[in-house]
């Protein structure tokens, strides 16, 4: 009893009892499996439970963007444009006048209609002349059409704002005086040129002629008259 009491060693009992026992490392298998089973238990930390959402909302993010990629579908590409309007702004001219400049360049092409406005005497033909050779350079800058082939489809005029001004009588009377304006508009479109104009016009004339001072006519005769008419 006296020797068991003697080899007793308090320190090493304390040292025993308080050291804390290594950890042995679980494996990747054992701490899926643990998880797992706390999912089922729905005892998962805080952490997990966090992580678990994030996931699933990435997964959904990204079946998302794959459908909305296989259902997006080419945007069709836009037509190459085939005319090209222009207009002047409101100037002081009667839209009456102004008209008649636009029936003497409608579907003219645009280098003859320019030539008419060059040698034109009207006073609002040189304001003209310059619109529609800026209106021939826009269309071969911008929208690429053949200068050659410009012709003018369409010109027409729209009227403006209508100036009233005094304008003094005789014997202390007084009338109204207006000031007009208009503007001009013009649509550019490819076509034939003066030369393939004059070509097709010689083919016509030359395929009517038969013979010496005899000439086909093509043309239909509209709305005949009785055949027994006397």
């Known amino acids: 009893m006296q020797n068991s009491a003697s080899t007793y060693n308090p320190l090493s009992w304390l040292r025993q009892k308080l050291t804390a026992d290594r950890r042995e490392k679980e494996s990747k298998e054992d701490i899926l499996a643990a998880k797992a089973e706390a999912r089922e238990e729905g005892q998962l930390s805080l952490f997990e439970q966090t992580k678990s959402v994030v ?11 794959s459908s909305v990629a296989s259902a997006k579908v080419e945007k069709p590409k836009k037509p190459l444009p085939t ?7 409101y100037f002081k001219i009667s839209p009456r006048k102004l008209n008649m400049l636009g029936n003497q360049i409608s579907g003219q092409p645009i280098d003859y209609a320019i030539l008419q406005m060059q040698f034109s005497e009207k006073r609002a033909s040189k304001r003209i002349m310059n619109m529609l050779a800026t209106a021939k350079d826009h269309a071969y800058r911008y929208k690429h059409l053949d200068n ?13 704002k209508v100036l009233k001004r005094i ?7 007084m009338g109204i005086r207006k000031h007009k304006q208009a503007k001009m508009h013009v649509v550019l479109r490819e076509g034939k040129s003066v030369e393939e104009q004059k070509e097709k016009e ?8 038969i013979a010496a001072a005899a000439v086909r006519e093509d043309k239909p005769i509209r709305n005949p008259g009785a055949m027994w008419a006397w």
Do not use: C, D
């Open 55 to 65: 996931h699933r909302m990435e997964t959904a993010a990204a079946k998302k963007s």
């Open 83 to 89: 005319s090209h309007k222009y207009s002047t702004t």
């Open 148 to 160: 050659s082939k410009l012709v003018v489809a369409e010109a027409w005029v729209n009227k403006g």
């Open 167 to 173: 304008e003094p009588r005789g014997r202390g009377h």
């Open 202 to 209: 010689r083919a016509y004339k030359l395929k009517r002629i």
